[in-house]
Structure formats: structure tokens, C-alpha cells
């Protein structure tokens, strides 16, 4: 069911390819900035990722004013004020976030609080409390999978409550993202997978949930083929630039499709496991996908056999009558992870990722059944519904 | 300058808005005071939590809160003054509440057409959509609920009629004068 209003937003400049790095002293002067700050993480800079930033700065008048490499994977909304200090003190004028999804959203928050001023950056949390554009800032994502690089929403944990903040708004989307094949070239086998299958996750979720329209539709067709014609050959062949290129173009597309249609059922479960028993997002996204499609399927959602085209490829899909595809993609899906099983140990069930109880599933479906992704699944989801699928998920 | 076309088509529009954002507030009340369902939703409710519907801009609205005995109080159009709604849902437009309120479209179909904005609390959104789905499956007409739900659900006649005559009971009760809950 497509809708016949929608709304579609993304005015994200972005640079990809090879040597697109050496692209970002010229955006930055675009914005008269000339002083940027750097924030990302150990990972990437023991991954010696920083030095190809370097390099790109080289021969060009701007320098790198400093780098914070010192984000945790869980950010806080302490550490937002800490960087923002940082830039501060140090008279920056941009941002440049090189990372993943913690890095992203915690420079999203810095955003806020540098351009907008003030120590406490819950005090623009919620919808729309932005009301006017923010400092320059890019985004380098060093993983293929979360789709930050083009959502306009930070999620960071304020743990001195306790809880987890939310802003949603237009200017916290970044002016540039660059997907450089350098910076996703020594993803651990592990994360390639699981992000990839969250890019994944983000596409189908958003060409089969309610929010779905022609332009989200587009973007996440193309991205589930790449996704599905790149992934394994990555997996074999980790220093594949061009292969880890388009899986970085996968994501972003995926982030474009579902950013702009919203996501569904698999990231209600996903949120809540994931809070519950602290297992990756990716992998999370890995096990509930074919549970959660087959639990839609089951009760009536109409078109996810259209996926089997770009998922299996023309030959497939013409050779599946139309009555047998969904069922298709669902296959497909399941022998997905277990090529990525068999290739980095990706936990395919909740019993295999060695740290979830069943004792856990009531508060995991309470979770779920309070998850707001829920509202744009295509199928209702009560209590009942919830646990039946993590009991077929475990 | 604005002209207001057809201003009597508008007039009796938004008077039903009103009316009918009025009529969801009231049933809750009502339904919180006696229906296991609702009851259970609002246990993970916080105590003084004030929920929010209107239609933009300041066409119709209601706000109900939770009080000390675990029951919605009607506040009317706004919360009191100096308390702020947890949870806001707001349409953008009386045309677009109309398509809502007519069955037209449903809650998620608004919402996924982005006629819709919720602010505040996601979770407790979450739950208050729960209990509003629940109330219409007792006060609106079969045909009508099952446009506004995804889901109908397997519900008796009897059970039906029974805890609608006790919304309207209760909302008897509540409309006598002089009684305020
Ligand atoms: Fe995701």
C-alpha cells in the first residue's frame, strides 16, 4: 500500500568513490569553514584510518584543528558537552564526525550544542526544536549499516537519568557525507556482516512498512541489490574496495529510503533486545529480519515477494510463480545468514548469540510492544504476537 | 489576506472535531475507571502524566491526565496551568483531522502520510495509541472501527454492548452537574 501523500527530505551533498576524502578541503572552504573538528573513535584510529584523513588535508590550506578519538561505543550526553567544550576552546568553526553510529549521533549532539549554545544539550531533545541550521559538518561512516550519514535523528544516552534522549529534526542532518572505500576496507568480518544486514533490514522494512513511498521505494530496491550481490563477495574478499564501496552506497541508500519511510516490526523487536540483553544492533536485525517478515506475511501484508527481484535477481524472480515469492524472499533471507554463519559466526537465533534467557522475553516484549517503529508496521503486533515470534526467533 | 471560504462547512467541521477529540477524552476517563485493559496499560503509566490531542492550529484539542488512583481525569482543551503535556499528538491540519475522524484514514495511516506529529515520550505514546485503539473498538460502530484499527479484534456482541453501556454509564455519572472527577 503506498501512499498517496508523502513526504521526502534529503539534502545530503554526497561524495562517493575513490579518493572522495581529498574532495573535503573544498567542500569546507563552500562553507567558509576552515576550522574543523575532528570526533571518532579507537577503533578507527587503531585501524590507522585517520592517516588517510591526514592525507587528504595535505596540500590544502585548512588544517585539522584536533581530533577527539576517544567515543565509546554507548555516548552520553556528558561526553556531548565535553567535545562541545573542546570546539569551543579551541575557536572551531565544523565538524567532521569519522565512525559509526555512536560517533554520528554523538557529533549530531555536539552540533547542537556549538551552534546553539548552552551546556545541557537535552534542552533541544524531542521534535523539531532546532529552528535554524546548525555549524558545517560532515560525516565520514567507517561502518555500512547504521544510514546516520543521511537520518535526521540522534539517539544519546543521558546516564545521569538514565535514559535514552531522542532529537529528531531537519538541521541535524549533516551537509556532506563521504563514502570513501578506504575508510570501510578493515571492517572486521563480524560488523561487516551485521551492519550489512541492518542496511538490509532498513531496506526492506521500508519498502514493506506503511510509510512507504515511490522515492523511498527506489532507493531501498537499489539498495537491497547491492546489498545482496556484494555481501558475500566481501565476506571472501574483505580488501575488495570496490565491493566494500557499494555496500557503503547500499547503506546510505537504505538510510535515505527508510529515514524518509520509516522502519518497522524487526527494529521494534530489534530496539529491545538490544537494550535487554546489550547485543548489537546488526545482530539483532540478523535474527528477527525473516521471523518478523514471515509473522506479516502470515497475517496478511501483500507485497514482499516485489522484493525477490532485487534480492535474488531477474532470473529467480521470473522463475518463482507470483503466489510463491514472498516465501522466496523468506528463504532467502534464512540461507543469507547462514552463508554469513558460516563465514564470521554471525548469531542466526537468540540462542546462539549466547546471551539472551527466555526468562528476558516478557520484558523484551513489553519493550516492543511500546517501540514507536511499531505504529508504521503493516501488521498489528500485541503481546501475544510479539513473544510467539521471539519464541520462533530463539 | 485569508478569506474564509464556506466558513459554515468549517464551522461545523472543526465543532465536530471538537466534539469528537471530546468524546475520546471522556471515554477514557470513563473506561480507566473500570476496564482491566485500560487499567493495566496506565499501571506503567507515572503518576500526574498528562496526555495531549489537538488539532493544529488550536482548531480542537483535549488533554487528560493520570491521577493518584491510576484513573484519567478530563482537563479539558489544555492541561492546567504550569503543567505541560508528556505526550502531545497533534494533526497538522482540520482537513486532514476530518479524513482521521471521518474514517477516512487511519491513526497510522496519518500518521504514516505525515499528517501526523507526536512529541514527548515515545513509549508512553505507544500506549496511550493502545488505549485509544482499545476505547474505539467499544464506542464506534463495527464498520467504522475496523477501518480505524489494523486489527479488529474477536470481540462478542454481547461483550460489546456490555462495556459500552458501562462507558456510558459512567459517562452519565460524570456529566452530572456539580460532579467533578
Ligand atoms: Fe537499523
Redesign the pocket.
Known sequence: MSTPCYEFFCPVKIIAGVKSLEHIPHELANFSAFRPLVITDQGVKNAGLIQHIDDAFNSSDINIVDIFDDVPPDSSTLLVTQIADLYRKLDCDSIIAIGGGSVIDTSKGVNILVSEGGDDVTAYSGVDSLKKPLKPFFVIPTTA???SEVTSVAVIADTVKNTKVVFTCSFLLPNVAILDPRMTKTLPPKITAATAM?AL??AIEAFTCMGKNPLSDSYATAAISKISQNIINVMDNPSDEMGRLELAQASTMAGIA?SNSM?GLI?AL?HSLGATCHIP??VC?NIFLPHALDYNLRHGESILGEILLPLAGAEAYANTPSNQRPQAVIDYIHKLKDKLHTRCQLPRSLKETGRVEQAQFAKIVELTVDDAALILNPIEVDREDAMAILKRAW | MKKETNTLKTKLRDGYLNTMLGVIARTLCAMSKFDATLQKELEGVPENFILQMKVLPNVASMSVQKNSKGQLDYLGKEPNKGQKANVVIAIKHPELAFLVFSFQENNAQAFARNRTIIEGDLSMAMRMIRCISHLEVYILPKAAAKKALKRYPAISFLEKTRTAAKIYGHLTLDLLPGKTT
Open positions: 549499516g547504521t544510514g541492518d533490514t532498513h527508510f522502519v527494529h530489534g544492533h546488526g536485525m
